[in-house]
């Protein structure tokens, strides 16, 4: 099954089982990337949250005009920081963000009780870093990576290019099967 891509300069479409990489600058403008590849052509979406609450997802889909009845939200940043949680049936938690086995198994329980087109948003892997370690993280976003291929949805992911090491950069590239690279003018390069 093809996907709809609404990201400027890449492709039309891309197959199912696709997992793409965001490479942006620390203060880079992603939350437009991430919302047009989140609202078009789909009919459920995850987002994995490591920078910012459930609450400031659900802002910035209402912010953006998506469609918040496709969304169900995976916040790992409240309960490690002490924030009052709001369980819903779209929200879920885990206990921080190195907490990279409960990320993997809810985008896995995700996947399994979803149907349709399925997109999943991960931002970011550069927090989860910062939490455990680069190859936790790049082992984690490879099992991400199977599932969508297992269950033929599409992914994309954010790493910040500042904070990593050329070499963990360009591991994490070669991972993925596309690389949207956005610089701090908010252009946008898509390498697929």
Not at 9 to 26: A, C, D, Q, Y
Not at 119 to 138: C, G, H, K, N, Q
Not at 148 to 165: C, N, P, R, T
């Amino acid at each position: 099954m093809d996907y709809a891509l609404a990201v400027e300069n890449g492709p039309e479409t891309i197959p199912g089982g696709t997992g793409l990489l965001l490479v942006h600058p620390s203060i880079g403008e992603t939350d437009r990337i991430d919302t047009d590849f989140l609202k078009t052509d789909t009919d459920a979406f995850l987002v994995v949250s490591t920078r910012t609450t459930a609450r400031e997802v659900e802002q910035k889909l209402e912010y953006y005009d998506v469609d918040e009845e496709k969304a169900t939200i995976l916040d790992t940043l409240s309960v490690e920081r002490g924030y009052s949680r709001r369980s819903s049936d779209d929200v879920y938690y885990v206990s921080a963000p190195d907490d990279l086995d409960g990320v993997v198994d809810r985008v896995e329980r995700f996947l399994d009780e979803t149907e349709g087109k399925r997109r999943v948003s991960v931002d970011s892997l550069t927090e989860m870093a910062y939490y455990a370690d680069d190859e936790a993280v790049y082992e984690a976003a490879g099992e991400i990576l199977e599932l969508l291929k297992e269950h033929d949805a599409v992914g994309i992911f954010h790493l910040s290019e500042e904070v990593h090491e050329v070499a963990t950069l360009d591991r994490f590239r070669e991972l993925f099967d596309g690389v949207i690279s956005l610089d701090g003018d908010g252009n946008v390069d898509f390498d697929l």
